[in-house]
């Protein structure tokens, strides 16, 4: 069985930074891309980022790009995500998930692990 337990948001004010981290546990991390979404009040969960087994060609949305960095540590099995210049439509709960053997994907669906999520807040 496979957990993920995301920390690291908060409140922040806006162009502040955040760092979360998605511990995992589990065999074969590395084995599996792994990806970021989130979830505003009212709104469909939308995709963040998303990275390969080995840490290489990372996919953001665009709403994220070149303020987000998604990053990993297989030898500590754990996912990160990098906020920088965070904006008030930022906040939401953020949740990590484990690919199921798909490669970094956009879609929530093909994503067979999900932590519990985390909540990050940025204020005007």
């Known amino acids: 069985q496979v957990q993920l337990v995301e920390s690291g948001g908060g409140l922040v004010q806006a162009g502040g930074s955040l760092r979360l981290s998605c511990a995992a546990s589990g065999r074969a991390f590395s084995s599996y891309a792994l990806g970021w979404f989130r979830q505003a009040p009212g709104r469909e969960r939308e995709f963040v980022a998303a990275l390969s087994r080995s840490g290489s060609s990372p996919l953001y949305a665009d709403s994220v790009k070149g303020r987000f960095t998604i990053s990993r540590d297989n030898a500590k099995n754990t996912v990160y995500l990098q906020m920088n210049n965070l904006k008030p439509e930022d906040t939401a709960v953020y949740y990590c998930?484990?690919?199921?053997?798909?490669?970094?994907?956009?879609?929530?669906?093909?994503?067979?692990?999900w932590g519990q999520g985390t909540q990050v807040t940025v204020s005007s």
């Open positions: 998930a484990r690919n199921g053997g798909y490669g970094t994907s956009r879609y929530p669906n093909t994503y067979d692990f």
